[in-house]
């Protein structure tokens, strides 16, 4: 599947929420994500930069692999996901087989889904810092021309936009982003 997304900093979440309610869009999670991401030690795989993520999502793991397409004005992205039955054995085989962990990070996402669109309100966390980042919404489409659209439509143009990873949002905001649990 090929992912695009932008994130929208700063966001007011009830007024998101409200818009987006008012719009029929759909709830489809609300409660804390913990990530967990993984790499070889020396080179990235076949040249390329991937991405090695384990995440908790309620009940729900999964594992999932990304790399990355270049794009300046949106992040996409290849990715793969499968579900997994536990993240702690399934984080010891990665582990058996030459993986170490990198970092993690956890958030609070609430998610909506309509028609083909998703935005997700994420507040992320270090530990039990709650706030480190100020909220912010993704919204992930087929094609930046929808996305754009969708940024009008809930009237964040003054907003300031950002295609990079949460990694580079760490940054951004100068917020270590190698906390492990």
Do not use: C
Not at 40 to 67: A, C, S
Not at 137 to 151: F, Q, R, S, T, V
Request: charged fraction near 40%.
């Amino acid at each position: 599947m090929i992912e695009k997304e932008i994130k929208i900093l700063d966001v007011d979440v009830e007024n998101i929420r409200t818009q987006l309610e008012d719009l029929w869009a759909e709830k489809i999670f609300d409660g804390f994500i913990h990530d967990i991401y993984y790499d070889f030690d020396g080179e990235p795989v076949d040249g390329e930069k991937r991405l090695f993520r384990v995440r908790k999502k309620w009940e729900t793991h999964l594992y999932t692999i990304k790399k990355k397409r270049k794009n300046k004005k949106i992040r996409v992205s290849d990715e793969h996901e499968m579900k997994i039955t536990d993240v702690e054995s399934f984080s010891k085989v990665l582990e058996k087989y030459g993986m170490s962990k990198i970092r993690e990070k956890k958030k609070y996402r609430i998610s909506y889904k309509l028609w083909d669109i998703e935005f997700d309100i994420d507040d992320y966390y270090i530990g039990d810092n709650k706030n480190i980042i100020p909220p912010l919404l993704e919204i992930e489409a087929p094609n930046k021309k929808d996305i754009k659209a969708w940024i009008k439509k809930l009237e964040l143009e003054s907003h300031e936009t950002k295609w990079f990873w949460s990694r580079w949002l760490f940054k951004y905001y100068w917020q270590d982003y190698s906390y492990f649990e």
